[in-house]
């Protein structure tokens, strides 16, 4: 059969086989007896063999029909382990597929077709069987009939097909040309974006470019890429991949665990901690508010009081912190007595502890009333003798505001500074440094990326969303700041740096990563690709984004920035036209059988005439429609790879072979997030190598 016609006639009875059944009878009379055909047994030999060739030749013809239509219906195995994995330093595996063209796109219409249904659908015997596998699933004897017509092997006729819903046809359209799919890494500086309803293979996703970003090396054996995971939801899967792999490429001394839900296994984090300039720090803080409407001016006043504690706590040696930070919100008084005792003892006269204690009586306001008796005494000492520092003046002038007045202007912040400092949170996310017996890390962006480290964020979105995105708005905003650092004086920034040492990538995945967007993410996303981070997003619809954010602008500014998109099963139409309004037309061929009869007598006798003809006719439609992205099966995907050619994917999964060396405080870790978040029933299960039948079986 080829495919240089018009029309491709492949979704057909395999008629070759005839042929082929003819062919070989014929040579087996042309070698056994060639003197029947009158012919000599030399040239009875060379017919037979003539023979023989052209029923090969036809057999392979008929096989390719016959694999066409099984795969139509039944994907075959794909066994993958994650040794197996291939790691390139130049391109990223996205799994097994093929370039997505008109032909696929002609095939699936002729599928579709009335005449073709019975070809992608089960037929009377596998019906019958799939009505009595419920049926007789309860009943005594006949449940072990049940169980038998439910195993998954070729000895069984009427094995059920894969638990992974969809339509399986969408990949068997072009599995004869199927191979190793790959997009080039430097593509991925533009971010890459995967969308998908929830329990459709995303995970698996990010566990296979998991694999890959932890184990890529150069050519010295050097690690490429500094890997940050941000899993909201803590899925057991992500973690448990994220430290098998780090061992795996000898990176355990560079892993690291920052997770709300086990503080006590938790690295420390300070997100206002590290900074360039001091005013980051009131910009982080802010940047958790609302800027919009009538909160805008209140977050204003806001940045402003934060960065007056800020200044203060720096000059004084201190590390500014969210604890700090809000307890200095709510009281100002002692931070202004610290603050202006430190000034005065560096800067002011000898004897200005005598005259501050010779002060007895200060007339002050009723506003003023109640304060500490200190701080006043140092308010009068400097107003009377003319005493000028930037933040010495910010400290008095938040100090002469009357209690209530503070309060009311910062109560926009109160909310956010309380969800990052109640309970065990707080010991996370304001560290003590000088508690010498907390053997937990603190964590701190640039050391990661230095030496080139492996972090896992896990925020425990499932038990406390709101205290979850108010810490993943904060990480991202300290992120931002430090992708300025950069950009402006690199990752070796007051250090000594050899030639030998070289600019790592980093590589930040994000899961449901809508649940993580700021007013900072948009930034990080559009300017930070100088500074050589990669985001990889996933997320479930478009919607989710335009939610988080509430402004449909804002949402499609940070969608336009991410040059890389990749759908897997999605059921909201907007998120599917992401990817279609991407896509050109193609022309498509339909043939239209016309068929007639005349009994009209005509010149030359003739007292009867017909007419048979097929006529193709060209149709413009999509390369894909909206049904496509929304049949997809469970594990299956369509990529956008050089921002023009179109690849459909599937994806393979990664071992869990090696899950019993386990460190046991990771391994109850673990557990108890499989318990506490994942369902009950998945799509997919681990085994020792992981292959398509448990994949496409959900076995």
Excluded at 72 to 86: A, E, G, I, N
Excluded at 176 to 199: F, I, N, W
Excluded at 229 to 253: M, N, S
Aim: aromatic letters at 10%.
């Amino acid at each position: 059969m080829s495919d240089k016609y018009i029309v491709e006639s492949i979704l057909r009875p395999p008629i070759e086989y005839y042929t082929t059944l003819m062919c070989f009878i014929s040579a087996y009379a042309c070698f056994m007896t060639p003197e029947v055909f009158l012919i000599s047994r030399s040239q009875g030999y060379l017919s037979a063999s003539l023979f023989i060739v052209w029923g090969v030749w036809q057999l392979r013809a008929g096989n390719r029909i016959v694999r066409y239509i099984r795969n139509l219906r039944r994907m075959p195995r794909f066994t993958v382990t994650s040794k197996q994995v291939p790691i390139n330093t130049k391109y990223q595996y996205l799994g097994k597929g093929f370039e997505w063209t008109e032909k696929h796109t002609q095939r699936l219409h002729d599928i579709r077709d009335t005449d073709a249904v019975h070809y992608v659908k089960n037929n009377r015997f596998q019906s019958w069987a799939e009505k009595k596998r419920i049926l007789w699933e309860q009943k005594f004897l006949l449940s072990y009939i049940s169980k038998m017509l439910y195993l998954d092997t070729p000895l069984n006729p009427v094995r059920p097909l894969p638990a992974v819903g969809g339509h399986s046809y969408l990949h068997g359209v072009g599995i004869e040309d199927e191979h190793d799919v790959y997009a080039p890494l430097s593509e991925r500086v533009g971010h890459t974006l995967y969308l998908g309803s929830t329990r459709t293979g995303k995970s698996r996703v990010l566990e296979i470019n998991l694999i890959q970003d932890i184990n890529r090396k150069d050519s010295d054996g050097d690690p490429t890429n500094v890997v940050i995971v941000f899993d909201p939801k803590g899925d057991a899967g992500v973690l448990k991949r994220t430290y098998l792999e780090a061992r795996r490429a000898g990176r355990l001394g560079e892993f690291f665990v920052f997770h709300l839900g086990y503080p006590e296994l938790s690295c420390r984090y300070n997100a206002v901690g590290s900074f360039m300039r001091i005013t980051e720090v009131a910009s982080r803080v802010a940047n958790g508010l609302p800027g919009e409407g009538n909160a805008a001016a209140f977050r204003e006043f806001t940045w402003q009081f934060v960065n007056v504690i800020s200044v203060a706590l720096s000059a004084l040696g201190k590390i500014p912190s969210y604890k700090t930070i809000r307890r200095y919100m709510r009281d100002i008084d002692p931070l202004f007595i610290d603050y202006a005792s430190h000034y005065l003892e560096t800067n002011g006269h000898s004897d200005w502890k005598t005259h501050i204690s010779n002060i007895k009586e200060i007339k002050v306001d009723q506003s003023m009333r109640g304060r500490n008796e200190l701080a006043l005494q140092l308010r009068h000492y400097i107003n009377e003798h003319e005493i000028f520092d930037p933040a010495l003046e910010g400290l008095m002038f938040a100090f002469q505001y009357e209690r209530s007045y503070f309060e009311k202007l910062t109560v926009a912040v109160g909310p956010f500074l309380e969800k990052l400092t109640t309970g065990k949170i707080a010991e996370l996310l304001s560290p003590d440094y000088n508690n010498l017996d907390d053997n937990r890390t603190i964590l701190d962006w640039g050391q990661v990326i230095r030496q080139k480290g492996i972090v896992y964020v896990g925020l425990d979105a499932l038990t406390d969303p709101e205290v979850s995105s108010a810490v993943g708005e904060s990480i991202f905003s300290d992120m931002t700041s430090y992708a300025g650092r950069i950009y402006k004086e690199g990752i070796y920034s007051g250090l000594y740096k050899t030639e030998k040492l070289k600019t790592p990538k980093i590589t930040v995945h994000a899961d449901e990563f809508s649940d993580l967007i700021g007013q900072k993410f948009s930034t990080l996303a559009n300017k930070c690709g100088g500074a050589g981070i990669e985001l990889v997003l996933y997320c479930q619809t478009i919607s989710d984004i335009n939610a988080k954010l509430n402004n449909e602008s804002k949402s499609g500014q940070l969608i336009g920035n991410i040059n890389n998109v990749n759908l897997l099963r999605v059921k909201e139409l907007a998120t599917a036209k992401l990817l279609l309004d991407m896509l050109p037309e193609c022309n498509i061929n339909q043939i239209t059988a016309i068929s007639g009869v005349m009994d009209t007598a005509k010149e030359g006798h003739l007292d009867f005439q017909s007419n048979n003809q097929d006529r193709i006719t060209v149709t413009r439609v999509p390369l894909l429609t909206p049904s496509d992205i929304t049949g997809l099966p469970k594990g299956q995907l369509f990529a956008m790879v050089n921002g023009s050619q179109l690849f459909k994917v599937r994806i393979p999964l990664a071992s869990d072979k090696d899950d019993d060396d386990l460190p046991n405080d990771l391994r109850g870790m673990i557990n108890e997030m499989q318990e506490r978040y994942q369902p009950t029933q998945n799509w997919h299960h681990f085994k020792d190598t992981v292959d398509a039948s448990t994949f496409f079986r959900g076995a």
